[in-house]
């Protein structure tokens, strides 16, 4: 018996952007630990990021992952592919038809061949070791190939390629917060959209933008879809609640790819969540351990927190008023599950359809800590907030697995395969 009574019933929360480190460096994070601090944030589905070591690349290592990461998951789960160019372009369809959700194309690293893992420091890995990444024409033909099966191609939105590499790795250090926005202007998140634009525009791929960050972005993103594109967008709550006047407080705990940007850029991102130009937010959870998130802004790894906060804060901006109970839901539930091919189907595991649910007192309210988050490195931007309104439940195929905030009854996770065959945009 599930007494809802003066709570806001949503489809279960669905996190589409969640990097668990599981395999490869399980000494920051494994899938037990992100799938444990999603449900007990209150979102029933994690998509998990093909950048584990080795990455996604193949069908094989696909269901490898499927297999390992079904034994860990709290939550429903599904798996991104990753699309490298020529060196993959043989496994898309295969990756989709396994129920990829999407693939992800990482524009402007390079893979090592020994560990499969990615790298963007070239000089960190033999030369004769690192797969480079693709020329345009090979990127035009990738997004050629996820188009004829009707796929998502995802990327960065910002082109560390071409700018976003220059300064920081050809010997311009980084001490401080502006020589990080310097290295990775808002002008590389909107010449990196432009261009994954032209080849959607050209190959009529769906092409689909994950953590953008500025107005920059917003604009192209918006110019892009009126003139036809077949392009959408994504944020991440740290782009929504912080700026770059929280770096003098919060120190490399802030650090992330791209950076927090201005307060302008932050209403931008607002006005497109209103606007429809981003249809769905996750939480690029990105763990590191503790001692590097406190290295300077050089050298603290990029990346932070996030499964466990994403709704706790989509949920406060809903009661101040930021965006309405429809739109929260439609940005962390139904139009995320349909930008990802997450359909019901007879006997299959769907997010919201199969009696997922996140209830929300909006009268409540919620304290983000350290000491209660259930991450391997608990640290957070976020410690010490409190925040309005307050996810009290989570439903997980049709039973209560999660109450104030802690787990009930056992993991009951379920692989979730995305069928592209009836998408839409
Ligand atoms: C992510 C990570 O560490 O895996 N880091 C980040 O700053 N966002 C990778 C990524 O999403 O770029
Ligand atoms: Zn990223
Ligand atoms: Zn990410």
Same mark, same amino acid.
């Given at each position: ?49 093909p ?5 996604v690349t193949d069908v094989?290592t696909f269901?490898? !992952? ?13 798996l991104w592919g990753m699309a490298?160019?020529?060196?993959n372009?043989?496994e898309i369809i295969g990756l989709h038809r396994a129920g990829a959700v999407a693939v ?42 996820v188009?004829?099966y009707?796929g ?42 432009? @261009? ?12 689909? @933008? @994950? ?44 650090? @992330? ?64 008023? !930021? ?21 019901? !189907? ?72 995305a ?7």
């Amino acid at each position: 018996h599930l007494d809802a009574s003066g709570q806001l019933v949503f489809p279960g929360f669905i996190d589409p952007h969640v990097h668990s480190r599981d395999p490869g460096a399980t000494h920051k994070e494994t899938f037990h630990h992100s799938t444990l601090g999603a449900l007990c944030g209150g979102t029933t589905t994690v998509l998990e990021m093909p950048n584990a070591v080795p990455a996604v690349t193949d069908v094989a290592t696909f269901e490898r !992952r499927r297999a390992e990461h079904g034994e860990k998951a709290w939550v429903d789960f599904g798996l991104w592919g990753m699309a490298l160019g020529p060196a993959n372009l043989n496994e898309i369809i295969g990756l989709h038809r396994a129920g990829a959700v999407a693939v992800k194309f990482f524009w402007g690293y390079a893979l090592d061949r020994r560990t499969k893992g990615l790298v963007y420091d070239f000089s960190a890995a033999p030369p004769d070791s690192l797969l480079l990444p693709p020329e345009n024409g090979e990127v035009l033909e990738m997004f050629r190939e996820v188009a004829s099966y009707g796929g998502v191609l995802a990327a960065h939105c910002e082109d560390r390629h071409i700018l976003a590499r220059s300064a920081e790795l050809l010997g311009h250090p980084i001490s401080t917060y502006d020589d990080l926005l310097a290295a990775r202007p808002a002008a590389a998140e909107a010449t990196s959209i432009a @261009v994954g634009a032209q080849f959607a525009r050209l190959t009529g791929c769906r092409f689909h @933008v @994950v953590h953008m960050a500025s107005a920059e972005g917003t604009r192209v993103v918006r110019e892009a879809r009126a003139a036809g594109v077949p392009i959408t967008a994504e944020t991440c709550p740290h782009y929504l609640t912080l700026t770059d006047r929280d770096a003098a407080r919060l120190g490399p705990a802030i650090k @992330v790819y791209p950076p927090v940007r201005t307060g302008a850029d932050q209403e931008a991102l607002w006005a497109a969540i209103g606007d429809g130009v981003i249809s769905s937010i996750g939480s690029d959870h990105a763990p590191h351990l503790v001692e590097e998130k406190m290295l300077g802004f050089g050298q603290a790894p990029a990346g932070g927190l996030g499964v466990e906060t994403l709704a706790p804060l989509m949920v406060d901006a809903m009661v101040r008023g !930021r965006l309405s109970p429809v739109r929260l839901a439609q940005v962390l539930s139904s139009s995320t599950a349909a930008l990802y091919g997450l359909w019901p !189907r007879k006997g299959a595991v769907r997010p919201g359809a199969d009696a997922d649910l996140t209830l929300v007192d909006p009268s409540g309210g919620h304290s983000i800590s350290h000491d209660r988050m259930h991450a391997l490195n608990p640290v957070t931007a976020w410690d010490g907030w409190t925040l309005r309104g307050r996810v009290t439940t989570a439903v997980l195929g049709g039973e209560v697995a999660m109450r104030d905030g802690e787990p009930v009854g056992g993991r009951r996770g379920r692989f979730v395969a995305a069928d592209h065959a009836r998408s839409r945009g």
